[in-house]
């Protein structure tokens, strides 16, 4: 069964310190690897999208990697208004199926 | 702003009435998506439209229907709602039958 599984389910830093979220998966037909960040009550915001293992893309303090089984966003000198959950997807197509399967995110809380 | 629109915001209705949620998707996209969002479930995929021919379905139940129109805004059609079927309601659309989907902000069901 396609399977996607984030952990930690919550993370709580400090400003300035960097941590990782991790993103594992299990599927079939894999095509592309998604990051997304949702705000309370909004609409996830497309972050990144990675293709192959080894692939990295970066957008200000946020870093996205890839391996075969499992995706990390890094994040460095995260600040307070990183605040969000953090959702990771993956393209799963074709035949029937045509979709994304989410895992169910990473809550990530930044004090000042 | 992602370019994809959705109404309304917010829908309070009751048990066993029928509501129509309306999505409009970016300039130039052919795909439109709909998910499902709870508490307890995450985002769930339920169904997916290419340029006006329906193209995948998840875990949708058979009082909820879409259609995609000739000018290619989406609207899906819930029907005998059930308290369980509050929830947070996404459309995402993306330029063609894969790849990365960009999402709307959504409309918030309660059914009571």
């Known amino acids: 069964e396609d399977q996607v599984t984030q952990s930690p389910e919550a993370l709580r830093l400090q400003e300035g310190e960097s941590s990782s979220l991790n993103c594992s998966y299990t599927?079939?037909?894999?095509?592309?690897l998604f990051w997304y960040r949702q705000d309370p009550g909004k609409g996830p915001e497309f972050l990144f999208t990675l293709y192959s293992a080894g692939e990295e893309k970066e957008k200000e303090r946020l870093k996205a990697t890839l391996t075969k089984k499992e995706s990390f966003l890094h994040i460095t000198a995260p600040k307070p208004e990183d605040s969000a959950t953090y959702l990771c997807a993956v393209g799963v197509y074709g035949g029937a199926t045509n979709k994304l399967i989410f895992g169910t995110g990473t809550l990530l809380a930044v004090q000042p | 702003d992602s370019g994809v629109t959705q109404t309304p915001k917010h829908l309070i209705t009751a048990t066993g009435q029928r509501v129509t949620l309306r999505c409009s998707p970016r300039s130039g996209d052919l795909s439109v998506y709909w998910y499902q969002q709870s508490l307890d479930q995450g985002l769930q995929f339920l169904i997916h439209y290419y340029n006006g021919e329906e193209r995948a379905k998840g875990n949708i139940l058979e009082r909820f229907s879409a259609q995609q129109f000739p000018d290619l805004h989406s609207e899906l059609n819930l029907s005998s709602l059930e308290l369980g079927d509050s929830a947070l309601y996404f459309c995402?659309?993306?330029?063609?039958?894969?790849?990365?989907?960009?999402f709307g902000p959504g409309t918030r069901l309660l059914v009571l």
């Open positions: 995402a659309s993306s330029p063609r039958e894969a790849g990365t989907q960009y």
């Open positions: 599927v079939s037909g894999l095509r592309g």
